[in-house]
């Protein structure tokens, strides 16, 4: 995964590797981690500092395509109508 920011008028360019399948979704949290849902019907967690996925989380048996974050809970949804909370 690859993110593209503008910061002080030069382009910084951020890679993120471990996803197995092409990336479905990306949510920006506002804490400097960005969550990212796959067609690997993995969520992973990623610290935009240093680039390191600093978690894993599985239980969608298909294609994860949505994200939100609502009061500290990660909810995603997956391409076989589940929702995980």
């Known amino acids: 995964m690859v993110i593209r920011t503008k910061e002080w008028a030069s382009l910084q360019v951020y890679s993120f590797t471990g996803h197995t399948e092409a990336i479905r979704c990306v949510l920006f949290t506002g804490d400097l981690t960005v969550v990212s849902g796959s067609k690997d019907t993995a969520l992973r ?11 894993t989380l599985n239980g969608h048996a298909n294609t994860i395509l949505c994200l939100t974050l609502r009061d ?4 995603s949804g997956s391409n076989n109508t589940t929702v995980r909370i």
């Open 45 to 55: 967690v990623w610290d935009t500092g240093s680039g390191a996925c600093m978690h």
């Open 72 to 75: 500290n809970l990660l909810i």
